[in-house]
Structure formats: C-alpha cells, structure tokens
C-alpha cells in the first residue's frame, strides 16, 4: 500500500536511448534542515530550491505544529517565520512524519530540551524503524520518551525543562543521530559535543555555522569531534537548495547502462560527505564526467554528463566510502548488475535499517530478474551479467522504500523484458517529477492497473 493511497504499480521497459537535461530537485537533506532551523531562528528565513516532496512537506507542517508560521509564496520561496531556539509550543495533536527517518528523527532531537510533550507517528515503514538510536542520546538531556517495544513509533518525547550538555559519540555512523544530537544541543547551556569514528553528511554543522551558531569541527584520531555552543541566537537565512546528488543518481545511473544515452544533470551538490556514488560509478568504469565544477553557497558543484557505458567493470566498493553513498547502494547494486563481474559492498549493515531493508528488498528483485546476488548481516555481492544482461518479465515488491522503486524502474529500462513495480507511490516522498523527468528523457515507463 501506498504511503498515501492506492498502490500504483509501475512497469519501466527497455526504450530508446536517454537523452537531454534533467533537471532534478532540491536536496531533501538540507530542505529539511533548512525548515527547522528556519523555525528556530528569530524572524524570516527565505528559502528556494525547496524540495517539495512528501517528506519534507511533512517536516514544514510539523513545524508549523511547533509553533513556526512556514508558507510558500506562488513563484515556489518558502518563508518561515522562526520563534527561536528554546521557543516551539507544544504541538496540539499528534506529529505524522510520514515516511521521514530524517524528519522525525532531528524534529526529535529539536524539541527535546524545550519543556513540552510532543507525540510521533508515521507510515508503515517509519513505524517499524528504531528510535532508540535518537532517544538514548536524548535520555542524557534529560529527555523522556515512551514509545512501542524496541523503541518503535508512535512515541512521545517529553522534553527537559532543565536540560544538561552532553558529549556522545554516536555507535552507528548516522547522520540523524549527529544532528539530532546537535538540534537538541542548542537549547542547552554550555557545549555539547558530538564524536563520530566516520565522517556522516555534514550539512548541519555547516548550516548552523550559518545560522550564526558556534560550532566547530576538529578531526582527531578518533574521529570527528563537533564543538556546539548552546544558547544562541540564530539569525534567519537566505537559502538556495542545491539539488540532490541523491535524486542524480538515478537519471545518472538510468543513461550509463542503457545503450546509446546521454544525459546532463546540471547543478548537482558534490560535498565529499556525499558524492561517494559518484566516485564508485567512475572506479567501475563509468563514463561520467564533472562539467563546470564550480562552488555554490560554499559547497563544491558540477554539471554531471552521463553517458551509455560498455565497459563497466565490478569492484569491491571501499567500506571507507560507505556513509558518503549510504543511500545509493540500491541503484549502485542495478548498474552492478549491469557491469561485468562482482561488485562487492561491505560495511553497509545500516542498509538494513532505512524505509525498508534495503539489501533484502535489492536482493530479491534482483534474483527474480535475473541475477546472482550474495549477502549477509552487513555485505553484499552482486555478479554482474554485462550491459543489457539483466533478463527482468517480474513484478518486485518495493515495501514502500522510493530508492527501491526508482532502483528497479532504472533497471527495467536497460532490461530485456521490462521491470514491473509494486507501487511507485513512494517516489513522491523525495523525487515528485521522477515520472516526467524520466519520460522527458525518452524513457518507456506507463502505470499498470491493479488487480
Ligand atoms: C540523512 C542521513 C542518512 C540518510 C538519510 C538522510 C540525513 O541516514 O540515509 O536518507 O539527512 O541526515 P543516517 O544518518 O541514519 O545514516
């Protein structure tokens, strides 16, 4: 079942070549981020580029639950209006974060030091993901949560009235657990200090810094170690979205392995937190390249050019690598698929954990389309069958994960029989215009009535 509706089962056939510009949206990361700090400064935050996708439209109307004023104007710049670190209200009803991880998780850690009581639900997915990793740091705060067994939503947080600094070093690498951390750190006094082994996606150090916040980031030996200064002021932002090297990857990966394609993706975010696809795609032998690299709002950005690759090889992706493509290991295992001999990926036992268990939902389309996939607790292996190779005429389930469903139309589309989806209703929680965009490309992609 869709998050919202019906099921919309989908079917992706081989086509013609990819061609042309696709312009894909704003980077769901900082669309969240951008909404809740905005609401946690004092005055007017201006924000374009948003992705307007589910997820993130959740996040606004929770904080406007909070207490924020968050409207978007007709030529698509959102305004909020902050109420200030320390400032949200207690939310009236209960907060449906959808099908949000990220967005449940720091809207989490940003009201926890403030004195009210705030109730999470979401889909079906979020419902069976663990919190435990958000409420544990919070515990130390002085935050109380009840939740369902093994720390599952829905869950009420009740924030501290007096609340401690803190410095913890987070057991997973994740990003949300930093951030929740740092959010719940601002309405702390003193410094909270987070110390991560691997460097996750930095873009909430970085937008705090330009927020106004003190924050600093030291690299030592044990890793990362952020400084956060609680109890500033923050100072309402213009933000410019970048677009999401995340959504890229498809439309990328979609023309490298379908014959005769070639396809700009202008404007995309390459902060090294996040560009690790990228990387990997060029290692097997990808014919990707950086067109006009240039810095936008200080972080590093390129036009990408893909191109239709023949000569992809597999190779064993440096674990090293993991958090900095964390959520492209679906699509990568799809242009594996299609590259000559076995990719290996290790050191992704947090695959299992995101919208859906990625490595089991990849893995079991992957094999009823075709190809030999091994995997275990935290790797897995995916033996190649060379460009065009993969045979496809199934039906895959995509358990309400997006990245499953657009990994599995990308494949469809360089496959011998087509590849057929459960439900494409999902894709709209991060990448609304994927349909289009992708048939403006020249891609064959038509709904299938349910049964
Ligand atoms: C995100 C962090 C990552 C990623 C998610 C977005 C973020 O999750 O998978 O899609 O915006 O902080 P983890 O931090 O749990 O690895």
């Given at each position: 079942m869709s998050a919202h509706g019906e099921p919309k089962p989908m079917i992706a056939r081989k086509g013609t070549a990819l061609k042309g510009v696709a312009e894909v949206p704003g980077d769901k990361s900082i669309s969240h981020r951008s909404l809740i700090l905005g609401a946690m400064a004092v005055g007017e935050t201006k924000v374009t580029?948003?992705?307007?996708?589910q997820d993130v439209l959740d996040t606004a109307a929770a904080m406007r639950a909070f207490g924020a004023d968050v409207v978007r104007d007709d030529d698509g710049t959102w305004h909020i209006h902050g109420v200030g670190v320390g400032g949200f209200a207690e939310p009236e009803d209960v907060l449906d974060c959808g099908n949000s991880g990220t967005g449940v998780r720091l809207i989490m850690g940003a009201m926890a030091t403030s004195p009210i009581a705030a109730t999470f639900t979401g889909d079906a997915s979020l419902r069976s993901r663990p919190m435990a990793r958000v409420t544990d740091p919070l515990a130390l705060f002085g935050t109380k949560s009840y939740g369902r067994?093994?720390?599952?939503?829905p869950m009420t947080l009740v924030g501290a009235a007096e609340p401690l600094p803190i410095t913890y070093t987070t057991p997973v690498p994740s990003a949300q657990v930093k951030s929740a951390v740092l959010l719940a750190g601002l309405n702390a006094p003193g410094q909270t200090v987070v110390i991560e082994a691997e460097a996750t996606r930095d873009h909430s150090e970085r937008m705090l810094a330009g927020f106004g916040a003190e924050i600093t980031t030291e690299v030592t030996p044990e890793g990362r170690v952020i400084t956060l200064t609680g109890q500033p002021e923050l100072n309402p932002q213009t933000i410019a979205v970048p677009r999401d090297p995340s959504s890229a990857a498809f439309p990328v990966c979609a023309a490298l392995i379908t014959e005769g394609s070639d396809v700009l993706v202008p404007?995309?975010?390459?902060?090294p937190t996040r560009a690790g696809l990228f990387e990997t795609l060029r290692d097997m032998g990808a014919d990707l390249t950086y067109e006009n690299m240039r810095e936008e709002g200080g972080e590093p950005a390129a036009d990408l050019r893909a191109r239709f690759s023949p000569n992809m090889k597999g190779i064993e992706v440096p674990p090293e690598r993991a958090a900095s493509m964390i959520d492209e290991y679906p699509i990568l295992s799809v242009f594996a698929a299609n590259a000559e001999g076995a990719t290996v990926m290790r050191g992704v036992r947090e695959l299992r954990v995101k919208e859906s268990d990625r490595i089991a939902a990849m893995a079991d389309g992957l094999r009823a389309a075709g190809v030999e996939v091994e995997d275990g607790p935290d790797w897995w292996i995916v033996h190649g069958r060379g460009p065009g190779g993969v045979k496809g005429g199934v039906t895959v389930a995509t358990h309400l994960d997006h990245r499953i469903a657009m990994s599995f139309l990308c494949a469809g589309f360089a496959s011998q029989q087509g590849i057929t989806i459960?439900?494409?209703?999902?894709?709209?929680?991060?990448?609304?215009i994927f349909e289009p965009l992708m048939r403006d490309l020249g891609a064959r992609l038509d709904l299938v009535s349910a049964r």
């Open positions: 580029g948003l992705l307007e996708g067994a093994q720390g599952r939503l404007n995309i975010g390459l902060n459960d439900d494409a209703g999902p894709i709209s929680t991060s990448f609304p």
